[in-house]
């Protein structure tokens, strides 16, 4: 794990709403070790923070995405827009909406984490190749130390995830880690205020 002081699980753009019916990129068990990744951090007292990609009907939000193969995506009222259903956000946790790839642009992103006094993230969702490879990028600038959970991840192909998960690595040494290594990390930690 590539934590040091207080570590923060921000979740992004696990969306898909009702997994079992739609088209959503995450398999069942990715959703299961979500779940239990959320429990485990709740379990540790550790924040969790929820990033939502959101578009309104009229595409006025959208910016230069639909320039690529990309096509109308994370609409606003969607089934396919909502957080997959069984990951429930508490209401004490922070919901990011955002209008781009990075979970920090143009977000609240940085007054959170800086509020949480977190110097450590771990990341879980997708698209590996886009929303997680541009929130990664952004945290590492932004001196974070990233853990990005590579069983429970997705990216819009298989070449395109295997590719983003080797620039992360590039990022910084350890930036690679699996559900079983992160559950591990969290159990000697469950009730502690701090990892």
């Known amino acids: 794990m590539n934590t040091q ?7 992004v753009d696990f969306q898909g709403g009702d997994l079992s019916s739609s088209t959503s990129a995450y398999a069942t068990d990715q959703l299961e070790k979500a779940k239990a990744i959320v429990a485990g951090c709740r379990a540790a007292d550790l924040p969790v923070v929820w990033i939502q990609e959101v578009h309104k009907p009229h595409l006025t939000d959208m910016g230069r995405e639909l320039d690529g193969s990309e096509g ?8 396919d827009t909502e957080i997959a259903h069984g990951l429930d956000p508490l209401p004490t946790e922070h919901h990011v909406r955002k209008r781009r ?3 920090f642009f143009a977000t609240e992103l940085d007054i959170v984490l ?13 698209f590996t190749d886009i929303c997680i490879l541009y929130t990664a990028m952004d ?3 932004r001196d974070f130390r990233i853990s990005v959970v590579s ?9 395109a995830h295997d590719d983003a998960l080797l620039m992360i690595a590039q990022l910084q040494d350890g930036a690679l880690v699996t559900s079983e290594e992160v559950l591990a990390w969290l159990a000697p930690a469950e009730g502690a205020v701090s990892a």
């Open 5 to 11: 002081g207080r570590t923060a699980l921000v979740v």
């Open 72 to 79: 109308q995506h994370c609409i606003e009222g969607w089934a």
């Open 101 to 103: 790839y990075s979970s």
């Open 114 to 126: 800086k509020q949480y006094a977190v110097d450590s993230l771990v990341l879980i969702g997708g």
């Open 139 to 141: 945290a590492d600038q």
């Open 151 to 159: 069983d429970v991840v997705s990216g819009s192909s298989r070449q």
